[in-house]
Nanobody, 124 residues
Framework: QFRVMESGGGLVQSGGSLRLSCAAS????????IGWFRQAPGKERERVSC????????YYADSVKGRFTISRDNAKNTVYLQMNSLKPEDTAVYYC?????????????????WGQGTQVTVSS
């Protein structure tokens, strides 16, 4: 059974850091791009970052560029999202999901397997 599971969320003060993990089971991340998304209350889910499995290329939303770093450890079958200089507007439930292939996809419907999410709360 294909599954991804997020962990690492929590409460942090503005300017602080968190590292989220996305662990896959039932399939190898060697063959799938992984995206990180977030959804704040009353807002649509948005793509935050993505890492391909073909060449390790990455994507970042403008709102997080320079503060967040995505990486993958294929040996652990896990993708990480290092979040630094956190701001209150980063508060959201963060999800990871696997794309349908090796390349990052733009639209949410192009990601098949989603985790349950992990809450990130940044206090001012």
């Amino acid at each position: 059974q294909f599954r991804v599971m997020e962990s690492g969320g929590g409460l942090v003060q503005s300017g602080g850091s968190l590292r989220l993990s996305c662990a896959a089971s039932g399939f190898s991340l060697d063959y799938y791009a992984i995206g990180w998304f977030r959804q704040a209350p009353g807002k649509e889910r948005e793509r935050v970052s993505c890492i391909s499995s073909s060449d390790g290329s990455t994507y970042y939303a403008d709102s997080v560029k320079g503060r967040f770093t995505i990486s993958r450890d294929n040996a652990k079958n896990t993708v990480y999202l290092q979040m630094n200089s956190l701001k209150p507007e980063d508060t959201a439930v963060y999800y990871c999901a696997s794309a349908r292939g090796r390349l990052c996809a733009l639209h949410l419907f192009q990601y098949d397997y989603w985790g349950q999410g992990t809450q990130v709360t940044v206090s001012s």
